[in-house]
């Protein structure tokens, strides 16, 4: 446990000496190596917990009524303490070269400083054993990611971002309030462990504590409706904070739902139900969205939203396992959503990182700017390319391992007779929806951008990235083939953390994954016959071309003698069939000008998709809430006499209520 | 595993290419002709392999590596597909997942290889063929599940063994997966009433289009993963039709080789009989098998 704490001490420490430091690459390096050296140091004690089993416990006092500084590091919080600062620590690296090309007057050192606050607070909120401790560490968290999302706050599309993410953070943060408050009442305390251990002694609470908790995390986690801070604020960040963004920070929403479950005592089947529904929801719809986006950074948030449901989706199998006391059912549901959250969190970081680079390099998200980038940028292309299979859970990548725990938990709920049943059908029809889509729409994602030609002199000029921001890239693609080929190993890891939020003894755990383990281990098999057949048809290939001619010519355009690179497939069109066979969910907007006359000289057209959840429920609500607000305004007419007149008012208003 | 496993996997390489050469005979006889050999795809594969290649001034790496991966996913895939009560060399609990989850990759291969020559006509055969696909996607798992529901199994290989015991029980259920996986299997091969093989530069096709950049080996294995392809799938709907399970493992693999040269004729008969769907009506046609399978699963919800 020290060493966590020196971990803290370190992340912080060299977070405010970057921000004071006068050189910007000082800056950066001393931040981005404490953000390292600190990983290393908090990775230890976490995988040590994961091992052992043993939770780790600190505690000190604090001068704030009912509150402690206590921090307890158990399987579950090693498990997403492992992926928090694995991935900070990798974007960390990358972000100092990605930052260097900002131009003189960005708050590049607020930045650095606000990254580290950042992690140590995302650290802080998974180890917090005290829930007002959690409560700090969480606004910190809040915070310091909005100063990160305005980094360019000279654009008004930055600042609306901001805004918008500040109002639905807090809005979350009021539900967590709530619930925490609610908690606190009900026990006597405020310490976590001791919610764990005694559960809530009113039945009747449970039902409404977990709506407050299912809206306060996920609208951290981004579940839809609560998503419409995403798409926003995520493409809004500089790349390597979009990385932490999508890949960890959304991560602990679940990390508090799961939390939190392992206070409510046992779930009843609805609870299930709930989370099967809010995930395929947020799968169906996230995919979908990220379909018709044109915005490569827009894209990567939606999918988040999808992948963010997909942990939902596994949630809810686990939950109903455990309403119906079936542990196989729990610990595949369970050990699948647990799995995600590092899966999603490795492949997510990466191709933020990718993003980022064509992002630097050309200077454009506009997928249709883009175009052939794979032969200027080889490195981010093939970098890009692992995640994006891994995302769309292609084998042998790691998407597929928990995807596939989660199919064969909803399978065995399919299988067998009772009210589960239904709902485990749908979980498949949903993830194979949600897996076919989203293979269309990485197709489109890598396919316009890395492959064919240049859409644009942007992307003409295109360059590499240089090395600091190369390898923590393949790092993240090696760990997504690893952890693919090696899910057994992993599997072994997550079992403790499945466990702990199951609140199953580790004997009942071990048996249904010793189980889960023997499927894996012919997936394995099969991953490494998949790429022997590959190397080997490769051999084939050359041998058989060895000596023969090779020619090279242009592309077959069925006898066009002009092609132009403008003639390509777009990402709008390439999405087309699907986002007009989806349109009544999308609504997507198209702006067309057609070409007329008997000469025509101009056409025009434009397509986009804004938000259905922000234009149909969100916006009217908000200017609802400020029409209200608005015929209130006669209270406030600035003069200070008035304003000591209400607070006088009040006092009084507070005696009579006390003294009654 | 014992040591007849080793025969799903290799009849799938050997015989794949005869399929299409059934097909392509019984196209000739409804039409009056005599037709090529029926081992004319062998000779074709053959010759493409000894040929040079050309390519494309457009294209990386990943449009040779298309091909490639291709039949490497789909050649692993033959591993995971028994023969009635044959097993398959790889089977365990969820191997269905990663059977649909191998074909994706090879689509995923495809189109990509497809999208690097920077063609029009290749993005939009592509931008259909994951359209398609994406639709197909779901109503081959759930047609899947409803085996395993009335088997109680969640491996191939025991779904269809246990299908010699089961089927009868199941019979309108299994009806309706019937037709759910034939839709399927026309849809994911590129076959008629979705897509149309013998065009090759109309802008009606899907899958032909992907490949026409592609040229000597590499062409062959395109057609040759193709041909896999349609074996692995087919095999799910003779293993679901036919009665495999009962009697000695010779009489299974003899009725199961006559299932598929059978099923080769019907889709040639298909090809022959029907036109192709216009594109606005496929999603109808694949959501509806979606629907099928749905409608079988509630049949055998207890």
Redesign the interface.
Same mark, same amino acid.
């Given at each position: 446990m020290t060493l966590l704490l020196w971990a803290l001490a370190l992340w912080i420490g060299t977070g405010a000496l970057a921000g004071l430091m006068r050189r910007r690459s000082a800056a950066a390096w001393t931040a981005a190596l404490g953000v390292a050296a600190g990983a290393v140091l908090a990775a230890i004690p976490a995988v040590s917990v994961l091992i052992h089993g043993e939770a780790l416990r600190y505690s000190r006092p604090w001068s704030i009524p009912s509150a402690a500084f206590a921090l307890r590091l158990d399987a579950l919080s090693a498990w997403f303490l492992l992926v928090i600062v694995g991935v900070s620590a990798l974007a960390a690296v990358y972000g100092v070269q990605y930052l260097e090309a900002a131009p003189a007057g960005k708050p590049v050192r607020r930045a650095w400083c606000c990254f580290n606050l950042l992690l140590a607070s995302m650290a802080v909120v998974v180890v917090a054993s005290n829930a007002m401790l959690f409560l700090v560490a969480w606004e910190v968290m809040a915070v310091a990611s909005f100063l990160l999302v305005t980094f360019d706050d000279e654009q008004e599309s930055v600042q609306t971002a901001g805004w918008i993410y500040l109002v639905a953070t807090h809005l979350g943060a009021a539900f967590l309030l709530v619930f925490f408050m609610v908690l606190a009442r009900e026990t006597g305390t405020m310490d976590l462990e001791q919610w764990a251990g005694a559960g809530i002694q009113a039945p009747q609470w449970a039902g409404v504590l977990f709506v407050l908790a299912l809206v306060g995390f996920g609208s951290k986690a981004g579940f839809m409706p609560l998503h419409v801070w995403l798409p926003e604020a995520h493409p809004a960040a500089p790349s390597h904070v979009s990385a932490v963004m999508s890949g960890v920070m959304i991560k602990t929403g679940i990390y508090g739902l799961a939390r939190a479950l392992t206070f409510l005592g046992p779930p009843p089947l609805w609870w299930g139900w709930t989370l099967v529904g809010v995930g395929l929801t947020s799968g169906i719809l996230g995919v979908l969205f990220a379909l018709a986006q044109h915005d490569l950074k827009r894209l990567l948030a939606y999918h988040s939203v999808e992948n963010i449901g997909i942990i939902a989706l596994g949630l809810g199998v686990g939950l109903m396992g455990m309403s119906l006391q079936a542990p196989v059912l729990t610990v595949l549901g369970l050990g699948g959503a647990l799995l995600h959250v590092m899966n999603h969190a490795v492949f997510k970081g990466l191709l933020f990182l990718g993003a980022g680079s064509v992002l630097h390099a050309t200077g454009t998200r506009d997928l249709e700017q883009l175009?052939?980038l @794979?032969?200027r940028m080889p490195w981010t292309g093939v970098t890009f390319?692992v995640g994006a299979?891994a995302i769309?859970?292609?084998?042998p990548f790691n998407g597929?391992v928990s #995807?596939?725990l989660i199919?064969?938990g909803a399978?065995?709920a399919?299988?067998a007779?009772g009210s589960a049943?239904?709902w485990g059908?749908l979980v498949?029809?949903g993830l +194979?929806?949600i897996?076919?889509?989203a293979?269309?729409c990485? +197709?489109?994602a890598?396919? *316009?951008v890395f492959?064919? #030609?240049a859409r644009s002199e942007l992307a003409g000029k295109a360059h590499e990235c240089g090395g600091a921001m190369r390898w923590p890239m393949v790092v993240l693609a090696a760990v997504c083939l690893g952890a693919g080929l090696g899910a057994p190993v992993v599997l072994r890891g997550v079992a403790p953390a499945v466990g702990t939020l199951s609140g199953l003894p580790l004997p009942a755990v071990a048996e249904p994954f010793a189980q889960a383990g023997?499927?894996l281990r012919? *997936?394995t098999?099969?991953g490494l016959?998949?790429i022997t057949?590959?190397v080997?048809?490769?051999w084939l290939?050359r041998r058989?071309?060895e000596g023969?001619? *090779?020619?090279?010519?242009?592309?077959?355009?069925?006898g066009y003698a002009r092609?132009t690179?403008r003639? !390509?497939?777009t990402a709008s069109?390439?999405?087309?069939?699907?986002t007009a &066979?989806f349109r009544s969910l999308l609504r997507t907007r198209d702006h067309a000008a057609g070409p007329s006359g008997l000469f025509p000289v101009q056409a025009r057209f434009a397509s986009h998709t804004p938000d259905v959840c922000q234009e149909g429920f969100f916006a009217p609500l908000f200017r609802g809430v400020q029409s209200g607000l608005s015929r209130l305004r006669w209270l406030q007419q600035g003069t200070v006499q008035l304003y000591l007149l209400y607070i006088a008012l009040g006092l009084v208003a507070l005696l009579i209520w006390k003294l009654r | 595993m014992n040591s007849l496993s080793i025969l799903p996997p290799v009849l799938a390489l050997g015989l794949s290419p005869l399929l299409i050469g059934v097909i392509q005979r019984t196209k000739a006889v409804f039409a009056g002709r005599k037709g090529p050999s029926l081992f004319q795809p062998y000779f074709d594969l053959w010759k493409l392999?000894?040929?040079?290649?050309? %390519?494309?001034?457009? =294209?990386?790496w990943?449009f040779?590596?298309g091909?490639?991966?291709g039949?490497?996913?789909v050649?692993?895939a033959t591993? &995971?597909v028994p023969i009635g009560s044959v097993a398959a060399p790889? +089977?365990?609990?969820?191997?269905l997942?990663?059977f649909? %989850? &191998?074909l994706?990759?090879m689509?995923?291969v495809t189109?990509?290889a497809a999208?690097? =020559?920077?063609?029009?006509? #290749?993005?939009?055969g592509?931008?259909?063929e994951?359209?398609v696909? +994406?639709?197909? #996607?779901?109503a081959? @798992?759930?047609a899947l599940?409803v085996v395993? !529901?009335g088997t109680?199994a969640?491996s191939l290989s025991g779904m269809f063994a246990g299908l010699a015991d089961q089927g009868l029980k199941m019979g309108p259920a299994l009806a309706l997966v019937l037709v759910a996986l034939l839709i399927v299997v026309l849809a994911e091969n590129a076959r008629i009433p979705v897509d149309d093989p013998a065009t090759h530069?109309e802008l009606t096709m899907i899958h032909e289009v992907m490949v026409?950049?592609h040229s000597?080996?590499?062409l062959g294995?395109v057609l040759y993963g193709a041909a896999v392809k349609l074996w692995v799938l087919g095999l799910l709907i003779v293993n679901t039709l036919l009665p495999l399970g009962t009697g000695s493992a010779t009489w299974s693999l003899a009725m199961a080789l006559g299932g598929m040269l059978g099923l080769a004729v019907v889709i040639g008969a298909i090809e022959s009989v029907m036109a192709r769907l216009r594109?606005v009506v496929i999603?109808q046609l694949l959501v509806g098998a979606?629907a099928l399978a749905?409608v079988a699963?509630m049949l055998g919800?207890?």
């Open positions: 175009g052939g @794979l032969k390319v299979a769309c859970g292609l084998p597929f #995807e596939f199919y064969v399978f065995r399919g299988v007779s049943a239904l059908w498949i029809g +194979a929806l897996g076919g889509l293979a269309a990485f +197709a489109k890598f396919g *316009i492959l064919g #030609e023997g499927w012919p *997936i098999t099969a016959v998949l057949a590959m080997a048809l490769a290939r058989l071309l023969r001619e *090779i020619g090279a010519a242009g592309t077959w355009d069925c092609p690179a003639m !390509q497939y069109s390439f999405a087309q069939p699907l &066979l | 392999w000894r040929k040079g290649a050309v %390519y494309s001034r457009t =294209t990386t990943v040779r590596a091909p490639v991966m039949l490497a996913a050649g692993t591993l &995971l790889l +089977a365990f609990a969820g191997d997942v990663l649909a %989850y &191998l994706g990759l689509r995923f189109v990509l999208l690097d =020559t920077g063609s029009a006509f #290749e993005g939009m592509a931008s259909r994951v359209w696909s +994406a639709l197909a #996607e779901p081959l @798992l759930l599940g395993a !529901q109680n969640l530069l026409l950049d000597g080996p590499d294995f594109l999603p979606g749905a699963l919800m207890r």
